[in-house]
């Protein structure tokens, strides 16, 4: 069921009142990108920007902008003024903890986001909703974002205030849990403190941020992204052992076993990134890289001629199967000194994926996703 937050706040309701899971629909009516940095802002209506259209992301994207920062903003939401660069998020109103818990691992193999700006549990505090373990819930939710996308930067943010004090005391008792969670999580987990960027002065109707507020939302979110430069930056070489998408900005799509087959010659071609088993390679320490676990990405016959095709093999240990990452993002085989390389520049589902000579073009970058 879809609510209608606004007419229940207009009513004299402080949060949407929500009975059992939500389950989001993970395809967006519309949808942005401009090939950049995939940035996820997930959480309730302070993400989707009640009061005002956009909320935080207004100027979060402007100060992007600013800075220098090409980002594309992912998620099955979509709205905001036109002075909002890019639409796409994943706020939804009046959601608790466990409702973003249960759509979780569809978005994030749906929109395979670099970095995450999670701002969740107000909900949890004002529907009184088993407060006592918010926390745990919270916990569990980063587990599993760090488990389906082990190579995201996630921000998880100290709740905003309210002016109510029994939702406020709530509030700081949820918040005062949340640095000790965050720390257990890994050095790509970090903290942002939110609470302490706003004053009830910054709420519109005690409990969302008017514009001054959102605005102070921004640039606190925007300091924590500047403390870690990768977080706006393209992963170009893989972890070894994670397995990842790697995909061409240039098309906005991914390298793809076509047809998810798992036949030995089977024509690696890009096509729209799902985050699908044919589309999840892992780098070994050998240099391989592996797609269904015993199949590799192989230049055909080991082949040096450009428009060799790439395909995947058994995995045999031969230099036709090695490939070498570099920090401009190609991808080298390694027996043949060449590029892999969409065909013509391509950019439409199914364009092959061949062996080129490496000319440093869009047309053989790829980024991990």
């Given at each position: 069921?879809?609510?209608?937050?606004?007419?229940?706040?207009?009513?004299?309701?402080?949060?949407?009142?929500?009975?059992?899971?939500?389950?989001?629909?993970?395809?967006?009516?519309?949808?942005?990108?401009?090939?950049?940095?995939?940035?996820?802002?997930?959480?309730?209506?302070?993400?989707?920007?009640?009061?005002?259209?956009?909320?935080?992301?207004?100027?979060?994207?402007?100060?992007?902008?600013?800075?220098?920062?090409?980002?594309?903003?992912?998620?099955?939401?979509?709205?905001?003024?036109?002075?909002?660069?890019?639409?796409?998020?994943?706020?939804?109103?009046?959601?608790?903890?466990?409702?973003?818990?249960?759509?979780?691992?569809?978005?994030?193999?749906?929109?395979?986001?670099?970095?995450?700006?999670?701002?969740?549990?107000?909900?949890?505090?004002?529907?009184?909703?088993?407060?006592?373990?918010?926390?745990?819930?919270?916990?569990?939710?980063?587990?599993?974002?760090?488990?389906?996308?082990?190579?995201?930067?996630?921000?998880?943010?100290?709740?905003?205030?309210?002016?109510?004090?029994?939702?406020?005391?709530?509030?700081?008792?949820?918040?005062?849990?949340?640095?000790?969670?965050?720390?257990?999580?890994?050095?790509?987990?970090?903290?942002?403190?939110?609470?302490?960027?706003?004053?009830?002065?910054?709420?519109?109707?005690?409990?969302?941020?008017?514009?001054?507020?959102?605005?102070?939302?921004?640039?606190?979110?925007?300091?924590?992204?500047?403390?870690?430069?990768?977080?706006?930056?393209?992963?170009?070489?893989?972890?070894?052992?994670?397995?990842?998408?790697?995909?061409?900005?240039?098309?906005?799509?991914?390298?793809?076993?076509?047809?998810a087959s798992t036949t030995a010659g089977a024509q690696i071609h890009i096509w729209d990134c799902h985050g699908g088993t044919n589309q999840r390679w892992t780098r070994?320490?050998?240099?391989?890289?592996?797609?269904?676990?015993?199949?590799?990405?192989?230049?055909?016959?080991?082949?040096?001629?450009?428009?060799?095709?790439?395909?995947?093999?058994?995995?045999?240990?031969?230099?036709?199967?090695?490939?070498?990452?570099?920090?401009?993002?190609?991808?080298?085989?390694?027996?043949?000194?060449?590029?892999?390389?969409?065909?013509?520049?391509?950019?439409?589902?199914?364009?092959?994926?061949?062996?080129?000579?490496?000319?440093?073009?869009?047309?053989?970058?790829?980024?991990?996703?």
């Amino acid at each position: 069921m879809r609510w209608n937050f606004r007419r229940l706040c207009a009513a004299g309701l402080a949060l949407v009142l929500t009975a059992g899971l939500t389950v989001a629909p993970f395809t967006p009516a519309q949808a942005e990108s401009n090939g950049g940095v995939r940035v996820m802002p997930l959480g309730d209506s302070i993400t989707d920007g009640f009061n005002v259209p956009g909320g935080y992301r207004v100027n979060l994207w402007q100060r992007m902008v600013s800075g220098g920062h090409t980002v594309d903003f992912v998620g099955s939401g979509f709205n905001g003024p036109a002075g909002l660069g890019d639409h796409d998020h994943e706020g939804h109103s009046g959601w608790r903890i466990d409702q973003l818990d249960a759509n979780i691992v569809g978005w994030l193999q749906n929109y395979t986001p670099r970095t995450i700006l999670l701002h969740i549990g107000t909900n949890d505090m004002g529907q009184n909703y088993d407060i006592a373990n918010a926390p745990a819930r919270l916990s569990a939710l980063i587990d599993k974002i760090r488990a389906n996308a082990p190579t995201v930067e996630l921000f998880v943010a100290q709740v905003t205030p309210a002016a109510d004090p029994a939702f406020e005391s709530r509030i700081q008792g949820f918040n005062a849990a949340v640095p000790g969670i965050v720390a257990q999580k890994g050095p790509m987990t970090h903290l942002v403190d939110m609470h302490s960027a706003l004053t009830t002065a910054d709420l519109a109707d005690g409990l969302h941020p008017n514009a001054g507020g959102y605005d102070k939302m921004a640039a606190r979110w925007f300091s924590a992204l500047q403390s870690v430069p990768g977080s706006l930056t393209q992963v170009s070489v893989p972890p070894v052992g994670t397995a990842v998408s790697l995909a061409n900005p240039q098309a906005n799509r991914c390298l793809d076993v076509s047809g998810a087959s798992t036949t030995a010659g089977a024509q690696i071609h890009i096509w729209d990134c799902h985050g699908g088993t044919n589309q999840r390679w892992t780098r070994t320490a050998a240099g391989e890289l592996r797609v269904y676990g015993d199949r590799c990405l192989d230049v055909n016959a080991n082949g040096t001629a450009n428009g060799t095709k790439i395909q995947i093999w058994t995995c045999n240990g031969t230099a036709a199967q090695k490939f070498t990452f570099t920090a401009s993002g190609t991808v080298v085989g390694t027996g043949s000194g060449k590029c892999l390389d969409v065909a013509a520049s391509g950019t439409v589902n199914g364009t092959l994926v061949q062996l080129y000579t490496c000319n440093g073009t869009n047309a053989q970058r790829w980024s991990v996703r």
